[in-house]
């Protein structure tokens, strides 16, 4: 072993003032090897270290190291099918004594010790790409589920919540229930408030939108919700079963609504006044810098840039709700459902307004379309049906 100062005195002998490496192996009484070692080592270490030249022998590990592989890697497959009967160090110990290959226990256990660190640390270490998309081109929309107090009662109901992923751009509405209905017209909502429709839009596989989800990303579409982004021309993408990832910026936007814009408890005489201060903060939220690397514009500029490039809106909205057959007592009233059913009126503020109607016809052969007050068990009829013809064929809205 070598001081520091001898190997920097070489370095100068022949770096600095050009002598041979020979001449300093004579000058510093060491051998020519060490001097042209000492010419390649770091010079900024502080102390010199013995470094093995080869690696050291190892027999036994080479031995047993492929059978534990093989052990752990079957380890993997019975997680799931049979975790109670997987390979532990010690059974490994005694599968190895069996087939003649003499090794302490304690070797054993510590190489499945090194593997399994290794595994995890590999595991671990996974590489993420940060995705960018262009204007106009993808939203998201999720529901998520939020305590309010409507009336002076409190009580759970769902919202909807939708993101363009280029501009960052929210839109958020309370609602009743989680219902097609409510599910179609959140969106329309959106649409209206963002001045257009994105290219292509991704959900979860909630019910309101898929009837069977085939292999991969296909899915078997409501008929309703088919018709829905048909109308309004956009592609709908389905993220694959339990991968939030896959949309994550509205699985974002779903916890950062609840914290920012739920928390105090929000207070609202019904839906509508609710949704009307939703879409006061969602217009105030523009006025922000989206958080994370490479943000720089405030919301509402980014949008400004991205309306232009959105699919325009159609002429007339999709009309959203659900239309039954129903038969008209004598008494002037008919069953629906026990449940609200959802309609819209349009207006500026597009808040919204709950007026359901229905299609009814009697025991007889005349038809009726009743405007009707909202009760949990039947409604009553008001108006006679201004077009009895259309009604007859389920066209009627």
């Known amino acids: 072993m070598y001081e520091v100062t001898v190997r920097?005195?070489?370095?100068?002998?022949?770096?600095?003032?050009?002598?041979?490496?020979?001449?300093?192996?004579?000058?510093?009484?060491?051998?020519?090897?060490?001097?042209?070692?000492?010419?390649?080592?770091a010079p900024e270490e502080p102390e010199r270290r013995y470094r093995r030249g080869a690696a050291r022998a190892t027999p036994?590990?080479?031995?047993?190291?492929?059978?534990?592989?093989?052990?752990?890697?079957?380890?993997?497959?019975?997680?799931?099918?049979?975790?109670?009967?997987?390979w532990t160090a010690h059974r490994m110990w005694v599968e190895l004594r069996r087939k003649g290959i003499?090794?302490?226990?304690?070797?054993?256990?510590?190489?499945?010790?090194?593997?399994?660190?290794?595994?995890?640390?590999?595991?671990?270490?996974?590489?993420?790409?940060?995705?960018?998309?262009?204007?106009?081109?993808?939203?998201e929309v999720d529901f998520g589920h939020v305590v309010v107090r409507l009336a002076g009662q409190e009580q759970q109901v769902p919202f909807l919540a939708a993101r363009l992923r280029y501009s960052g751009a929210m839109f958020i509405a309370?609602?009743?229930?989680?219902?097609?209905?409510?599910?179609?017209?959140?969106?329309?909502?959106?649409?209206?408030?963002?001045?257009?429709?994105?290219?292509?839009?991704?959900?979860?596989?909630?019910?309101?939108?898929?009837?069977?989800?085939?292999?991969?990303?296909?899915?078997?579409?409501?008929?309703?919700?088919?018709?829905?982004?048909?109308?309004?021309?956009?592609?709908?993408?389905?993220?694959?079963?339990?991968?939030?990832?896959?949309?994550g910026s509205v699985e974002n936007l779903v916890g950062y609504a609840r914290r920012t814009y739920f928390v105090?408890?929000?207070?609202?005489?019904n839906f509508e006044e609710l949704n009307t201060w939703l879409l006061r903060q969602c217009r105030v939220d523009q006025q922000r810098i989206m958080a994370g690397p490479?943000?720089?514009?405030?919301?509402?500029?980014?949008?400004?840039?991205?309306?232009?490039?959105?699919?325009?809106?159609?002429?007339?909205?999709?009309?959203?709700?659900?239309?039954?057959?129903?038969?008209?007592?004598?008494?002037?009233?008919?069953?629906?459902?026990?449940s609200r059913q959802i309609r819209s009126r349009s207006d500026s503020s597009l808040a919204p307004t709950w007026s359901p109607r229905i299609c009814a016809a009697t025991r007889g052969s005349r038809l009726s379309r009743t405007s009707a007050t909202m009760c949990r068990s039947s409604w009553r009829s008001r108006s006679p049906c201004p077009s009895p013809r259309r009604c007859a064929t389920g066209r009627c809205r």
């Open 8 to 41: 920097d005195d070489i370095r100068d002998w022949v770096l600095v003032q050009g002598h041979s490496q020979r001449s300093a192996a004579q000058r510093f009484a060491v051998s020519r090897d060490t001097v042209a070692r000492m010419l390649v080592e």
């Open 102 to 139: 003499m090794v302490a226990e304690s070797t054993v256990r510590q190489l499945v010790r090194e593997r399994r660190v290794e595994r995890r640390a590999l595991a671990l270490a996974k590489a993420y790409i940060p995705l960018a998309f262009a204007p106009a081109e993808r939203g």
């Open 264 to 269: 105090p408890i929000p207070q609202a005489e």
């Open 294 to 338: 490479g943000h720089s514009t405030f919301i509402a500029d980014l949008l400004a840039e991205e309306r232009p490039l959105l699919t325009p809106l159609p002429e007339r909205p999709v009309e959203v709700g659900e239309l039954r057959e129903v038969l008209v007592r004598s008494t002037s009233r008919v069953r629906f459902s026990p």
């Open 174 to 247: 309370t609602f009743p229930t989680e219902r097609q209905d409510a599910f179609l017209l959140g969106q329309r909502w959106a649409f209206e408030f963002w001045g257009g429709v994105p290219t292509s839009v991704v959900y979860d596989n909630l019910k309101p939108a898929v009837a069977q989800m085939l292999r991969g990303h296909s899915r078997h579409e409501q008929q309703a919700f088919r018709h829905f982004h048909s109308v309004y021309g956009f592609e709908a993408v389905f993220a694959n079963p339990h991968a939030g990832w896959e949309k």
């Open 60 to 86: 036994v590990r080479d031995v047993v190291l492929p059978h534990l592989e093989e052990w752990l890697r079957e380890n993997v497959r019975l997680q799931r099918w049979a975790p109670k009967q997987r």
